[in-house]
């Protein structure tokens, strides 16, 4: 990972250096179309959607190094799964280290220089979602708590996540790549990782805000409307479904009975027939192939719910069909 890499991943800072020993780049030096790599691993960036920024870290210092930069205002919310990263600002040092199932939040209210290092042979695992100051007054999200927060100039404090939220992070950061799924993934995690810290100080948001401004909670009913609109929901479970959006099993029925006017497991049984009573009708499958369509191994429990759907037997269907 050399530093063009690092270049692509350094939002919100205003400036920045990246600080190597005198062996390393002599050895670039006398190889200068493949300089020595920094870092060896996986790291990304991504401006989603919503506006805030996803950043994940994946990986192992191939020799040490430091970093000087200029933090401008951001509000950031840290999870760390392995190793540590010690930084200063000005003369202030501070350590964020491994913390299981513990986020640490940090807020900037003004630019701040800050000096970070690595040694050779750490490896670090992690994931970090940044917003700008005005983000939440742009969604209409107004709160005396969450202003204090913004007030509170180089904040870092602990906030303990939920299970379903921590074991989320950690499927992510298997799966960096650009996928529309995987996109969508980050998305959903990252609306529900800042709904989630909201709720925990009990902010509400603001009646009077823009119709026209994206809030998160909107946001993730889009989300979950165009993941149950399309085909591969049929494939999911209601497990798969939850840690796709991001959401937990309650608040995704709560979702379901809101949106859909029934259960989730109602809505995908309905659809599931769907799609069954047209593979007979137009496609002239057996019924055993509709049935497992369906999602049922044994045609009898399918033909029952068949019928109670649409009033007829799945072998009536099929002899209109032929």
């Not at 992510?172 to 609306?191: C, H, V, W």
């Not at 401004?213 to 979950?224: C, G, I, T």
Request: aromatic share 10%.
């Amino acid at each position: 990972m050399d530093n063009s890499i690092v270049e692509h991943n350094a939002r919100f800072l205003k400036r920045y250096q990246l600080n190597v020993s005198t062996d390393v780049l002599k050895q670039s030096s006398k190889s200068p179309q493949h300089p020595s790599p920094i870092m060896e691993g996986m790291m990304m960036t991504e401006v989603l959607p919503s506006g805030m920024t996803f950043h994940m870290v994946n990986a192992k210092a191939k020799q040490g190094f430091g970093f000087d930069a200029e933090f401008s205002p951001n509000f950031k919310i840290a999870l760390m799964f392995s190793g540590d990263m010690r930084f200063k600002f000005g003369e202030e040092k501070r350590l964020m280290e491994e913390k299981r199932k513990t986020a640490k939040l940090m807020n900037f209210n003004q630019t701040e220089l800050c000096s970070l290092s690595a040694k050779e042979g750490e490896h670090r695992s992690a994931l970090y979602l940044s917003v700008e100051p005005d983000w939440f007054e742009k969604n209409g999200i107004e709160s005396p708590k969450v202003q204090n927060t913004l007030n509170n100039h180089m904040m870092l404090n602990d906030w303990e996540l939920p299970d379903f939220l921590w074991l989320q992070a950690q499927q992510l950061l298997t799966r960096p790549d650009q996928s529309y799924i995987n996109k969508m993934s980050r998305e959903g995690f990252a609306l529900s990782l800042m709904s989630t810290w909201l709720d925990s100080l009990d902010v509400k948001e603001s009646h009077c805000a823009d119709s026209e401004n994206k809030r998160p909670e909107s946001r993730r009913v889009n989300q979950f409307r165009e993941l149950l609109n399309s085909d591969d929901v049929l494939t999911m479970s209601l497990t798969n479904i939850s840690h796709f959006l991001g959401m937990s099993s309650a608040t995704l029925q709560r979702y379901a009975h809101e949106y859909l006017g029934m259960s989730l497991t109602q809505y995908l049984r309905k659809r599931r027939l769907d799609l069954a009573n047209k593979a007979l009708h137009q496609d002239g499958v057996s019924i055993m192939e509709a049935a497992l369509l369906a999602g049922y191994n044994h045609s009898s429990n399918f033909t029952t719910a068949f019928k109670r759907q649409f009033g007829v037997s799945p072998a009536e269907a099929y002899r209109i069909s032929s």
